[in-house]
């Protein structure tokens, strides 16, 4: 199974769906859901919460329940199971339940504001066109952050994402998971074109990602916008186990790892020698030795097992995170990459454009 192999969904409503996934997240669910049940919604706009148990063996999906139930509050809560692990699994069976056009991810450790559902809305109802929206992510650190955290607080999707707000489709071309609302009209249309996720984003405790981007690309090449809203505000809690320089190391390089996929996504022009030579594995992988090599004082360190800190080192890690990726790939690479490129969901969204203004 891939993620993405799931039937049509029940036809949505003008509303948000507010999808939180989860593994395991007995402890850190209870605050995210209090967040939630404080929005302040006016009337005219419908909302529910959707909680996706992906692969979970810690009873959060009653947890969850109960504690819904114990808020009082009117607005529904479903639980749904997702057994494949992978975020981005759990992602799609989320899209499938949702009820409403408008579907929000909030992460188990993400805190959104009170007037998260209402900006949500107002946003993506303002304009037909916007496929994806993210906003402003505060770090929430468990303890003091160490002194690099600040450089590097994008790589734990902190931040503002841009240094403008508006239309950053062809500026950035992708968002935060974190906070990322999607179109549901965006991903039925990519969805009944044959998409599927080439990549499972994070599995279990497993440092991958990647998912993020991949829609975001998906939405991007199919016509639609990608917009950044600093209105939209939440806390995203970063535990003390990640806050350290191992952790971060290891976000390079499963960075490294998935851009092997996400190379499907890129516009490589083939009408040259050059344009044409890329598109071979044996090509990139010549490429990622000759980085390497050309970078002796940073690949000795890593191979010597060096733990100091340094752009160098979170460099080396990407380039054999990828050089990895690509070797157990061999010749499956060119594959993925012709299984985006001449996809039938990129000519069958391609005819049908989305709407504009």
């Given at each position: 199974?891939?993620?993405?192999?799931?039937?049509?969904?029940?036809?949505?409503?003008?509303?948000?769906?507010?999808?939180?996934?989860?593994?395991?997240?007995?402890?850190?669910?209870?605050?995210?859901?209090?967040?939630?049940?404080?929005?302040?919604?006016?009337?005219?706009?419908?909302?529910?919460?959707?909680?996706?148990?992906?692969?979970?063996?810690?009873?959060?999906?009653?947890?969850?329940?109960?504690?819904?139930?114990?808020?009082?509050?009117?607005?529904?809560?479903?639980?749904?199971?997702?057994?494949?692990?992978?975020?981005?699994?759990?992602?799609?069976?989320?899209?499938?339940?949702?009820?409403?056009?408008?579907?929000?991810?909030?992460?188990?450790?993400?805190?959104?504001?009170?007037?998260?559902?209402?900006?949500?809305?107002?946003?993506?109802?303002?304009?037909?066109?916007?496929?994806?929206?993210g906003g402003h992510n505060t770090a929430a650190p468990e303890g003091d952050p160490p002194p690099w955290f600040a450089k590097y607080?994008?790589?734990?999707?902190?931040?503002?994402?841009?240094?403008?707000?508006?239309?950053?489709?062809?500026?950035?071309?992708?968002?935060?998971?974190?906070?990322?609302?999607?179109?549901?009209?965006?991903?039925?249309?990519?969805?009944?074109?044959?998409?599927?996720?080439?990549?499972?984003?994070?599995?279990?405790?497993?440092?991958?990602?990647?998912?993020?981007?991949?829609?975001?690309?998906?939405?991007?090449?199919?016509?639609?916008?990608?917009?950044?809203?600093?209105?939209?505000?939440?806390?995203?809690?970063?535990?003390?186990?990640?806050?350290?320089?191992?952790?971060?190391?290891?976000?390079?390089?499963?960075?490294?790892?998935?851009?092997?996929?996400?190379?499907?996504?890129?516009?490589?022009?083939?009408?040259?020698?050059?344009?044409?030579?890329?598109?071979?594995?044996?090509?990139?992988?010549?490429?990622?030795?000759?980085?390497?090599?050309?970078?002796?004082?940073?690949?000795?360190?890593?191979?010597?097992?060096?733990?100091?800190?340094?752009?160098?080192?979170?460099?080396?890690?990407?380039?054999?995170?990828?050089?990895?990726?690509?070797?157990?790939?061999?010749?499956?690479?060119?594959?993925?990459?012709?299984?985006?490129?001449?996809?039938?969901?990129?000519?069958?969204?391609?005819?049908?454009?989305?709407?504009?203004?």
């Open positions: 199974m891939t993620p993405g192999e799931i039937g049509p969904g029940e036809p949505t409503h003008h509303g948000v769906s507010i999808v939180v996934c989860y593994h395991n997240s007995a402890v850190r669910l209870q605050d995210t859901l209090r967040c939630l049940w404080a929005q302040e919604v006016e009337p005219g706009i419908p909302w529910e919460v959707i909680i996706v148990d992906n692969a979970s063996n810690d009873g959060t999906g009653l947890r969850a329940a109960e504690l819904w139930a114990g808020s009082r509050v009117a607005t529904p809560l479903t639980v749904v199971c997702e057994p494949t692990a992978g975020l981005s699994f759990a992602r799609v069976r989320g899209l499938e339940a949702a009820r409403y056009e408008f579907v929000s991810f909030v992460d188990d450790d993400n805190h959104v504001s009170p007037q998260w559902v209402a900006r949500v809305f107002r946003r993506m109802d303002s304009d037909p066109a916007i496929g994806g929206c607080a994008g790589w734990f999707a902190v931040g503002r994402q841009w240094h403008e707000e508006g239309d950053i489709t062809q500026a950035r071309g992708w968002l935060f998971g974190a906070g990322l609302t999607v179109r549901r009209e965006a991903w039925r249309r990519l969805r009944d074109g044959g998409f599927r996720f080439q990549t499972t984003d994070r599995q279990r405790k497993a440092v991958s990602g990647g998912g993020d981007n991949e829609l975001c690309f998906a939405l991007q090449m199919t016509g639609w916008k990608l917009w950044l809203d600093w209105d939209l505000e939440l806390r995203h809690v970063i535990p003390r186990g990640r806050m350290t320089w191992d952790y971060l190391r290891s976000l390079y390089r499963g960075a490294g790892a998935t851009s092997v996929i996400l190379d499907a996504y890129a516009d490589r022009r083939t009408d040259s020698l050059l344009g044409y030579l890329r598109c071979h594995w044996w090509w990139q992988v010549l490429s990622m030795l000759r980085q390497l090599m050309g970078h002796p004082a940073a690949s000795l360190a890593y191979i010597l097992g060096a733990t100091r800190e340094g752009d160098a080192i979170l460099e080396t890690e990407e380039r054999v995170g990828r050089l990895a990726s690509l070797l157990m790939r061999r010749g499956r690479y060119g594959d993925v990459l012709r299984s985006v490129q001449h996809a039938a969901w990129r000519i069958s969204v391609l005819r049908s454009p989305p709407a504009t203004p």
